[in-house]
């Protein structure tokens, strides 16, 4: 895929023939699960979010609606929305689901009792049974400030309260929730090579390059088609595609944490649209002063958007290596 577009603008990520790049994904898609992994069709596990659905209608018409098989993969803490949109999707393209409540799984590993215990030593009052919490990152992205996280608890009624995360308890809610993607990831490839199908991942160019996966969690698949694509290429995608328009309406969450939480408060800091076109000018080393010109910025913001990107591809780099031998 080329972007010809050379001085920067807000359209320069526009996908202008999406016909032929979707046949393009798709061509490659084929001839990878067919030819490279030998395997007859793919699982996709999906959530009701917008990358999944993305990589469902193209494993669908890569592949064909027989040979896809979609995995439904809720937990206690998911929304009830996910599983009824993941549902919607592959009514809508015709593929066949299975339903994994991951929930036992989960509490055999101790995911939630090691996270709630974490979040008490935060919040002695903290309530798993009345009370949920996530994890927030509240300062502005704007500024060249390291990243801090906050815990927020969220009582019955409403009312919330926020403190700064020590690093002991941070590591400690993180590991035990990433229990969640690795049990997935092992559900997926249990259905993989039950059917001899590949594993369809699901990430996109952002989670991929900083960083937004668990390692051997969501981040372990056998290909990833979209993983070349910028957020705002995924929505283009889908609507060519015809996603459903209540999954392309839904706001982005991480649908991980007790307390709904979006994927820009947790960890990417600013609106994917804006986002998209400021890493696209870093990648491609346009400089600062055209960038804040175009988006109506300052040239300090960006140039810190800057430093906060190669902060956090610096940061998250084990997770894209390889066994080290």
Same mark, same amino acid.
Request: charged share 25%; glycine share 6%.
């Given at each position: 895929?080329?972007?010809?577009?050379?001085?920067?603008?807000?359209?320069?990520?526009?996908?202008?023939?999406?016909?032929?790049?979707?046949?393009e994904?798709?061509?490659?898609?084929r001839t990878?699960?067919?030819?490279?992994?030998?395997?007859?069709?793919?699982?996709?596990?999906?959530?009701?979010?917008?990358?999944?659905?993305?990589v469902?209608?193209?494993?669908?018409?890569?592949?064909?609606?027989?040979?896809?098989?979609?995995?439904?993969?809720?937990?206690?803490?998911?929304?009830?929305?996910?599983?009824?949109?993941?549902?919607?999707?592959?009514?809508?393209?015709?593929?066949k689901?299975?339903?994994?409540?991951?929930?036992?799984?989960?509490?055999g590993?101790?995911?939630?009792?090691?996270?709630?215990?974490?979040?008490?030593?935060v919040?002695?009052?903290?309530?798993?049974?009345?009370?949920?919490?996530?994890?927030?990152?509240?300062?502005?992205?704007?500024?060249?400030?390291?990243?801090i996280?906050?815990?927020?608890?969220?009582?019955?009624?409403?009312?919330?309260?926020?403190?700064?995360?020590?690093?002991?308890?941070?590591?400690?809610?993180v590991?035990?929730t990433?229990?969640?993607?690795?049990?997935?990831m092992?559900?997926?490839?249990?259905?993989?090579?039950?059917?001899?199908?590949?594993?369809?991942?699901?990430?996109?160019?952002?989670?991929?390059?900083?960083?937004?996966?668990?390692?051997?969690?969501?981040?372990?698949?056998d290909?990833?088609?979209?993983?070349?694509?910028? $957020?705002t290429? @995924?929505?283009?995608? %889908?609507?060519? +595609?015809?996603?459903?328009? &209540?999954? !392309?309406?839904?706001?982005?969450?991480?649908?991980?944490?007790?307390?709904?939480?979006?994927?820009?408060?947790?960890?990417?800091q600013?609106?994917?649209?804006?986002?998209d076109?400021?890493?696209?000018?870093w990648?491609? $080393?346009?400089? @600062?002063?055209?960038? %804040?010109?175009? +988006?109506?910025?300052?040239? &300090?913001? !960006?140039?810190?958007?800057?430093?906060?990107?190669?902060?956090k591809?610096?940061?998250?780099?084990?997770?894209?290596?390889?066994?080290?031998?």
């Amino acid at each position: 895929m080329e972007i010809t577009a050379k001085s920067f603008s807000k359209d320069i990520l526009r996908l202008e023939n999406i016909e032929s790049i979707c046949d393009e994904i798709c061509q490659k898609l084929r001839t990878n699960v067919r030819n490279k992994l030998k395997r007859r069709g793919a699982v996709v596990g999906i959530s009701g979010g917008i990358d999944s659905s993305v990589v469902l209608a193209l494993a669908t018409r890569a592949l064909g609606k027989d040979n896809v098989r979609g995995i439904l993969l809720p937990e206690r803490d998911s929304s009830p929305d996910s599983l009824m949109l993941a549902q919607k999707l592959a009514e809508k393209f015709g593929v066949k689901t299975t339903i994994e409540d991951i929930t036992s799984a989960l509490n055999g590993f101790g995911c939630y009792k090691r996270r709630d215990e974490a979040v008490s030593n935060v919040f002695p009052e903290f309530n798993p049974l009345m009370d949920k919490a996530k994890i927030e990152i509240k300062q502005n992205i704007f500024e060249n400030i390291p990243t801090i996280f906050s815990l927020t608890i969220v009582k019955p009624d409403g009312s919330q309260q926020s403190k700064l995360l020590p690093a002991k308890e941070y590591l400690q809610i993180v590991a035990s929730t990433n229990f969640k993607q690795r049990s997935r990831m092992s559900m997926l490839y249990y259905y993989g090579e039950s059917l001899h199908y590949a594993v369809v991942g699901t990430p996109n160019k952002h989670e991929v390059e900083q960083g937004f996966f668990v390692k051997y969690g969501d981040g372990g698949a056998d290909v990833m088609p979209i993983g070349h694509l910028y $957020k705002t290429q @995924v929505y283009q995608l %889908a609507e060519y +595609l015809g996603v459903p328009q &209540e999954i !392309i309406d839904r706001t982005p969450t991480t649908d991980t944490y007790s307390a709904e939480q979006t994927q820009e408060e947790f960890f990417y800091q600013m609106p994917f649209q804006e986002m998209d076109l400021i890493w696209y000018a870093w990648e491609n $080393k346009y400089e @600062v002063e055209e960038v %804040a010109t175009a +988006l109506n910025k300052l040239v &300090e913001e !960006i140039r810190n958007i800057y430093k906060n990107f190669e902060r956090k591809q610096n940061t998250t780099e084990y997770l894209r290596l390889a066994p080290i031998f």
